[in-house]
């Protein structure tokens, strides 16, 4: 798994040059906070692109709201069908409670998009799946310099699904650039990495919603310096 992960992170540097992380303060980490079961909510939300296709809001993953034909041959047929019973790993995803205010406050913020910018990556062993990573300006709210790191950053995530309630994210995401440093009140241009694999057939935006449960915004905080990056998942 180590190997795959340096892969995966060294074919993202070839493309974006990626550097990590930022040094800020921070008060709280939202893994601190207190964790609830999943209020009622949508659960299976169109995807945009195929109408037979959707996206399983407590799994992070793709499904079908219609069987398939005997005929259909493409990246969608062999999908499950969208049935309530499904979970991700045996378990329904972990909901977390956040405080609003203090991530307000992080000095990093970035706006992804959801579709245009977001490109494929390929694995060596296996040329059938691929992982989506999609463009970002990565801004610096403080008054100093903060620099980025060139390897991949332990983060938790979480993110905020379209009922507005927050969980923590089922893979692993992270922000990387070609920058090492975001001057003060300055900006820069990266891409967020996530490590969520799909068939290679599928269209890169199912498979970005796919990796970031169709997430409106994410919470990611640095586990080796407690930094705090707000991400939007919010430009066409």
């Known amino acids: 798994m180590a ?9 993202l540097c070839s493309v974006i040059l990626a550097g990590c992380r ?24 169109p995807t945009g692109v195929n109408p037979e296709v959707a996206l399983d809001t407590d799994t992070g993953t793709l499904c079908r709201t219609v069987p398939a034909q005997p005929s259909q041959h493409d990246a969608y047929t062999k999908l499950p069908l969208c049935t309530p019973i499904r979970q991700f790993n045996g378990a329904s995803p972990e909901r977390v409670i956040i405080d609003s205010a203090e991530w307000e406050k992080a000095e990093i913020e970035a706006s992804c998009s959801r579709d245009k910018d977001s490109f494929p990556y ?4 296996n040329s059938r799946t ?6 970002c300006i990565i801004r ?51 891409g967020l990495f996530v490590d969520h694999s799909c068939d290679a ?24 310096t407690g930094t705090h990056y707000r991400v939007r998942i919010d430009r066409p």
């Open 201 to 224: 057939a599928v269209a890169n935006v199912d498979c970005l919603k796919a990796g970031l449960m169709n997430a409106t915004e994410l919470f990611l905080t640095d586990l080796d």
């Open 122 to 125: 390929y694995p060596i062993d």
């Open 3 to 11: 190997t795959r992960t340096i892969a995966w992170f060294c074919v």
């Open 140 to 190: 610096n709210r403080s008054n100093r310099n903060v620099p980025f790191y060139a390897r991949p950053p332990k983060f938790e995530a979480v993110v905020r699904v379209e009922d507005g309630s927050t969980v923590r994210a089922n893979e692993k995401i992270y922000l990387a650039s070609s920058k090492t440093e975001i001057p003060a009140h300055g900006e820069i241009v990266g």
């Open 130 to 135: 691929k992982q989506i990573t999609t463009g």
């Open 22 to 45: 930022a040094e800020t303060p921070t008060s709280e980490r939202p893994t601190d906070a207190k964790k609830e079961g999943l209020p009622a909510h949508t659960r299976f939300v």
